[in-house]
């Protein structure tokens, strides 16, 4: 198990299939603590009320999207250091670069592989512990 | 150029546009009448809630299959975990005083690799659990379709009602209907066996 492992996660999606998977790799990371939401307003509530060390976000989503969900979590001094990696469908060069002026850690394209996945959260992790 | 941004001459002239703009309209109209068009147009915008009914259903039965899947992987893992994790056990305690008969080398080797292959399955289960995001994927290319036929038909509906108030010709039936797609939309499709069942006995059988 990693040294990470009670960090709190919050998935973000509205396809429940997705957040499973998204879910299950992160438990097979050795992550345990994980919380659901089902699109960006429901996520950004959920924010405010846990101390989440980790978010991942899908970008197209009803009520609030991936990107006005960052936009809004970022807004916020309280939650800078807070990651947030997107996890989307979305590949189009100017949304990955609208992720990353939000303030997105980190953006993943799907369909994605477990490798990637760990990937990409070891190293804003590794990022995040170097800037503390 | 943004509307707003057009000179004011072209706003005065604009009943002479909405007039000439009338015109073609009454002139697309009659040529779609004379060449048999609107049976067919009507047909199409009759299709469409069909269509979109049909598209939903890939979707919902796409995502029910790809959350069974991923019930039997989450079930699968657990227990290649246990099994794993005895395997490991039973190796520690047949390690110590096993060697000395081939029975016991042969278990060692055995719980060996059946250890390794834990490790295996269990990387499958992580593809085959992985591969269940085709339903994420596909679910929104299936919306955008869905959006688009409900604005197709929003047209056609308008198209229709120009061109051929009051014509309530009935849509021509497109044969077989394949699987139900909503139960509760009619009374003319079984919902389950139990029904077929059902009707069957009405039958005699």
Known sequence: MSAGSHMKFLVVDDFATMRRIVRGLLKEMGYENIDEAEDGAVALSMVKLNNYDFVVSDINMPNMNGFEFLKAVKADPKYLKLPVLMVTAEARKEDIVLAVQSGAAGYIVKPFTKATLEDKVQKIMQKLAAAA | ?205
Not at chain 2, 19 to 34: A, F, M, S, V
Not at chain 2, 87 to 112: C, N, Q
Not at chain 2, 120 to 141: C, P, S, W, Y
């Open chain 2, 1 to 205: 150029m943004r509307i707003e941004e057009l000179p004011v001459a072209n706003a005065a002239a604009s009943p002479e546009v909405f007039q000439r703009l009338g015109e073609i309209t009454r002139q697309l109209h009659d040529t779609l009448n004379q060449l048999g068009v609107m049976p067919k147009l009507r047909n199409s915008a009759q299709g469409l809630p069909d269509a979109r009914s049909r598209l939903s259903y890939i979707a919902r039965k796409s995502g029910e299959a790809a959350d069974k899947v991923l019930t039997s992987v989450e079930h699968a893992k657990r227990e290649q975990t246990e099994l794993a994790s005895a395997a490991r056990s039973m190796l520690a305690a047949l390690s110590a005083d096993a060697r000395s008969s081939a029975a016991g080398l042969a278990a060692i080797d055995f719980v060996t690799q059946l250890e390794a292959s834990t490790g295996r399955i269990d990387a499958h289960l992580t593809d085959i659990m992985l591969a269940q995001d085709f339903h994420d994927l596909t679910g929104q290319v299936v919306a955008k379709v869905v959006t688009l036929a409900m604005d197709l038909e929003d047209s056609l509906v308008g198209l229709l009602v120009q061109a051929a108030p009051g014509d309530s010709a009935g849509a021509q039936d497109s044969g077989l209907r394949g699987p139900v797609i909503d139960a509760a939309a009619g009374s003319d499709v079984a919902a389950n066996q139990s029904e077929v069942d059902d009707l069957l006995a009405s039958f005699g059988f």
